[in-house]
C-alpha cells in the first residue's frame, strides 16, 4: 500500500482548510450582525420603555434625575388634571342659557393680517385666540396654569428642560389629530429664517431644541433658566403641519388670511381668501371642535367685529343694538356713565384688571450724541413731583385711574408693596432743580442753566386723543409755576413710531400694556438702547442691568419675586419714567348676553357667554 501523501492530498485538504474557515468566518459574521440586531432592538426597546418611564412619572408628576435632562420633576400629573372645559360647561347651567346667535364686537380700525406669526395688531390677535389655543392656559380666576391642550407638564429642576405630554383626543377643524409634530413644527416655523416672526424669534431663541418622544410627548429644552418659559413653553398656540407646510415662506409672509387652527371658532370663508382691510371679521363655531367629545360646545354661532374708527359712530350702534360691546374712556366716564340710553341697552361692567398696563412720560436722556437735562437723576424727579398726578387722575379722567411707583401693576406680586410714589411737592422739586443748576438767574420767571438755556420741555404725543392733549395742557401750567416752558405736541402715530425709532424726541407720553408677570428688559436693560431696542429714552444703570438679568434666570418664584422688588425700587429711585397711572376699564354689554362676569383678567371671554332665546339676532 502507498502511504505517501500526494498533491491531490494537498488540494483536498487545502479546500476543505477553505471551507471551515468559511464556516467560521460565516458565524462570527453572523455573530456580529445577530449581535447588531440585538443592540438596535436593545435601542429601540430602551428608547420605548425610556418614553413610558417619561410618560408614567408625568402620570405619578414625579420624574427621575436623568431621564430627558435631569432634575426632579415639578408640574402637574395626570391625575390632577380635570376636565378643561369644567367652567365653560358649567356656565351652560345659567338661567336662561341657550345655543345660537352672534356675538357683534366693535374694532377701531381694519384688519390687516390675519396669519399667525407675522406682526400685526392686538385686533389680529384678539381673533387669534378663538381659532388657535396653546398647551397651557391661565385660569382667568385664579391665575394659575392649567392643563389644556396638554394633560401634565414637568419641568425640570435646573429650569432648562419643559415636557408635556399632550391630550390624545385633540383634533384640528378638519378634524385631523393634533401631535407633538405640530408642536415641533410651530417652533420650527417661529424659528425659520425665512419666517418674518422678528419679535417672536427673539423669545424663542432662548430655547435649545424642541424635540417629540412619540406622537403625544414633547420637550422644551432652554439654553439657560428664563423666568417665563413655562409661559412661552406652554402659551405657544399650535399650528397644524398638515396645513401650513403646504405654503412656502414668501406665501406665508404675504397671504393675509392663513388662520387654520383647533379652537373653537374658525374663520367664516376659506382662510386663503380672506382679504386685509374688510369693514368686518367673522368667526363661526367650528362644528368640529374637539370639546364637543367632553361635553363642551362654543354657544354662540358666530363672532363678529365691525370697523368703526369714530366714537360717537360706535357709540349710537350701541344704542341702536347693531354691536353688543362698548368701552368707554375714563375722561368720558362722568357723562357716558350716567347715560341713559346706554343704561337701557347695556349694563355697566368696571374692573381693574391684573397686569393692565400704564401710562407715563419718558425723558429721553441722551440726543443726537450728547446727554440731555434729563441725564440728571434731580430733573427727572423734579419733574415727577412736579406732576400732580392724584389730581389729574380725580380731575381729568375721574378718578378710573390710579397713580402708579413703577411698571408693575400694583395688584400683581412684581410689585414691591413697600414703595409709595413720589410725592407732589413743588417745592421740593424746585430746591431739586436749583441744586441741578437750573435756578431764575434774570428775575423773569423762567430758569436757566448756568448758559442761559431756558427750561423747555417739547411733550409729544399721540395726536386725536383728547385725553392725551389735556393732560399736556394740564402739565404746562403746572411746570409753568416752577418757570418750566411745555411745549404740547401732539403726533401723528407713525410719525411718532419712527421718532422713537431714531430717538429722535425731547420728552413723550405714551402706555405699555402690562402682564401678570412682565419681563422689564426689553424696557429699561441698557442693552435694548440701540438695535432697536425698546429703551429709547437712553437709561442706563448697570445694578438695574444686573438685577433683571439675574431675576431673569431664577426659577424660585420667591427669591425672583425679591429681585423684581429691588428692580422696583430702582425704577423709583431713577425715574426714567414718571411713572402715572394704571387704569380702570368700564364696558357695556348688551343685556341680552348672558353670564358676562368679571374676573382677574377681565370680564370673562365669550366662550363662557350665551345669548338667551328670543333675544338672539343676526347682523345685517
Do not use: C
Request: aromatic share 12%.
Amino acid at each position: 500500500m502507498n502511504n505517501r501523501f500526494g498533491l491531490r492530498d494537498l488540494v483536498l485538504v487545502v479546500l476543505l482548510v477553505a471551507v471551515l474557515v468559511s464556516v467560521w468566518l460565516g458565524t462570527i459574521e453572523g455573530d456580529r450582525r445577530w449581535e447588531k440586531l440585538e443592540g438596535v432592538e436593545s435601542a429601540l426597546a430602551e428608547q420605548g420603555h425610556a418614553i413610558n418611564r417619561v410618560r408614567q412619572q408625568l402620570r405619578e408628576g414625579v420624574l427621575a434625575v436623568g431621564t430627558v435632562g435631569g432634575g426632579v420633576a415639578s408640574g402637574v400629573s395626570a391625575e390632577q388634571v380635570s376636565n378643561p372645559f369644567e367652567k365653560l360647561i358649567a356656565a351652560q347651567s345659567s338661567e336662561g342659557f341657550a345655543e345660537g346667535g352672534w356675538y357683534i364686537d366693535r374694532f377701531r380700525s381694519a384688519v390687516g393680517k390675519l396669519t399667525p406669526l407675522v406682526p400685526a395688531d392686538i385686533y389680529q390677535r384678539t381673533i387669534e385666540s378663538y381659532v388657535l389655543e396653546p398647551l397651557i392656559k391661565r385660569d382667568p380666576d385664579t391665575l394659575e396654569w392649567e392643563p389644556f391642550i396638554a394633560k401634565s407638564w414637568w419641568i425640570s429642576d435646573d429650569g432648562l428642560s419643559y415636557v408635556f405630554e399632550l391630550r390624545r383626543d385633540v383634533t384640528f377643524a378638519d378634524e385631523v389629530p393634533l401631535t407633538s409634530a405640530d408642536v415641533v413644527f410651530t417652533y420650527e416655523q417661529i424659528m425659520n429664517p425665512q419666517i418674518n416672526a422678528p419679535a417672536l424669534k427673539s423669545y424663542y431663541s432662548r430655547i435649545e431644541s424642541v424635540q417629540a418622544f412619540g406622537p403625544h410627548l414633547v420637550m422644551f429644552r432652554f439654553k439657560e433658566p428664563y423666568f417665563l418659559a413655562l409661559s412661552f413653553a406652554g402659551g405657544m398656540t399650535i399650528m397644524p403641519k398638515h396645513y401650513y407646510e403646504r405654503f412656502t415662506p414668501e406665501q406665508f409672509n404675504t397671504m393675509p388670511g392663513l388662520l387654520f387652527g383647533s379652537g373653537p371658532y374658525r374663520l367664516k370663508d376659506d382662510p386663503e381668501d380672506w382679504e386685509a382691510g374688510a369693514q368686518s371679521v367673522e368667526l363661526v363655531r367650528n362644528e368640529n371642535y374637539w370639546g364637543q367629545a367632553l361635553g363642551y360646545r362654543p354657544p354662540v354661532d358666530r363672532l363678529v367685529w365691525r370697523i368703526t374708527s369714530e366714537e360717537t359712530a360706535a357709540l349710537q350702534q350701541f344704542k341702536n343694538r347693531e354691536i353688543d360691546r362698548y368701552g368707554i374712556q375714563p375722561d368720558q366716564y362722568p357723562v357716558l356713565s350716567e347715560d341713559e340710553g346706554l343704561h337701557a341697552e347695556g349694563e355697566l361692567h368696571s374692573y381693574r384688571a391684573a397686569g393692565g398696563g400704564y401710562r407715563y412720560i419718558g425723558w429721553n436722556q441722551r440726543r443726537n450724541g450728547e446727554p440731555t437735562k434729563y441725564a440728571d437723576v434731580r430733573v427727572r424727579r423734579a419733574l415727577t413731583m412736579l406732576t400732580d398726578r392724584q389730581r389729574l387722575a380725580d380731575e381729568l379722567l375721574a378718578g378710573q385711574a390710579f397713580v402708579t411707583s413703577g411698571p408693575f401693576d400694583a395688584s400683581t406680586n412684581q410689585s414691591n408693596p413697600e414703595i409709595e410714589p413720589w410725592p407732589y411737592d413743588p417745592e421740593t422739586a424746585r430746591a431739586l432743580l436749583a441744586e441741578a443748576g437750573w435756578e431764575d438767574r434774570d428775575g423773569d420767571g423762567s430758569i436757566e442753566n448756568a448758559s442761559g438755556e431756558p427750561f423747555v420741555v417739547n411733550l409729544i404725543f399721540p395726536s386725536g386723543n383728547d385725553g392725551y392733549l389735556r393732560m399736556a395742557l394740564a402739565l404746562k401750567d403746572s411746570y409753568a409755576r416752577a418757570g418750566i416752558l411745555v411745549q404740547a405736541n401732539p403726533t401723528e402715530w407713525n410719525t411718532m413710531l419712527q421718532k422713537l425709532k431714531e430717538r429722535d424726541f425731547d420728552a413723550i407720553s405714551l402706555g405699555w400694556g402690562g402682564a401678570i408677570e412682565s419681563d422689564p428688559y426689553q424696557i429699561f436693560h441698557s442693552s435694548q438702547i440701540e438695535g432697536g431696542g425698546h429703551n429709547s429714552i437712553h437709561y442706563v444703570n448697570s445694578e438695574l442691568d444686573a438685577l433683571i438679568e439675574e431675576a431673569r434666570v431664577t426659577v424660585d418664584e420667591e427669591a425672583r419675586t425679591a429681585l423684581w422688588h429691588r428692580v422696583h425700587q430702582h425704577l423709583h429711585d431713577d425715574q426714567p419714567y414718571t411713572f402715572l397711572f394704571n387704569f380702570r376699564s368700564n364696558v357695556f354689554i348688551n343685556k341680552r348676553v348672558g353670564n358676562v362676569r368679571v374676573t382677574k383678567t377681565g370680564l370673562s371671554p365669550l366662550t363662557e357667554q350665551f345669548i338667551p332665546l328670543g333675544l338672539q339676532y343676526h347682523a345685517n
